[in-house]
Every structure is written in structure tokens, then in C-alpha cells.
């Protein structure tokens, strides 16, 4: 079992989390806000083990996060 790194994050929470379907990446989104006051979605590759990175697509929480949420903003981002 990991934790997936949080570093960096310390106002608010990834309540919303989901997983590409190839499983090559872990999504999540909540209340977290970042520097900007945005709510980013942060986003980890190799499993979910790599270091997490926020790309920014809310001035709102991202609550729920759906599969099919994420999979559109991979497509619109080139995020996969």
C-alpha cells in the first residue's frame, strides 16, 4: 500500500478521486485550493505514484468527479 503525494497541499481536501481506465493515472478534486484560490484537479501518473501535479479547470470544487468528467478533460488538455 502508498499514500499518494500531497505535498504542497494544505487548504482543503481531494474528497472526489478516480482513476483513468488504463489505471496509468490517478485523478482528484474537492476543496483543495491552490495558491490562485482556484480548485484544481490534481493529478498523479505512474499509478499514482508519481508526484502529483494540479491543472487547473474550476473556480469551484469539483464535486463528484466522474470518470467521464476526467477522461473529457484529459481529451481537452492532452492529459491521458
Known amino acids: 500500500m502508498f ?3 500531497s505535498a504542497g ?3 482543503g ?3 472526489a478521486v478516480a ?3 488504463d489505471g496509468a493515472w490517478l485523478y482528484a478534486g474537492g476543496k483543495y485550493q491552490d495558491a490562485q484560490s482556484a480548485n484544481p484537479v490534481r493529478l498523479w501518473d505512474q499509478e499514482g505514484r508519481g508526484k502529483g ?3 487547473a479547470v ?3 470544487r469539483m464535486s ?3 470518470a467521464d468528467f476526467v477522461a473529457e478533460v ?3 488538455t492532452g492529459l491521458r
Request: overall charge negative; aromatic content about 4%; hydrophobic content about 55%.
Open 19 to 21: 482513476w483513468s481506465a
Open 9 to 11: 497541499m494544505a487548504n
Open 74 to 76: 484529459g481529451a481537452e
Open 64 to 66: 463528484p468527479l466522474l
Open 53 to 55: 501535479r494540479d491543472v
Open 58 to 60: 474550476a473556480l469551484q
Open 3 to 5: 499514500a499518494a503525494d
Open 13 to 15: 481536501d481531494l474528497s
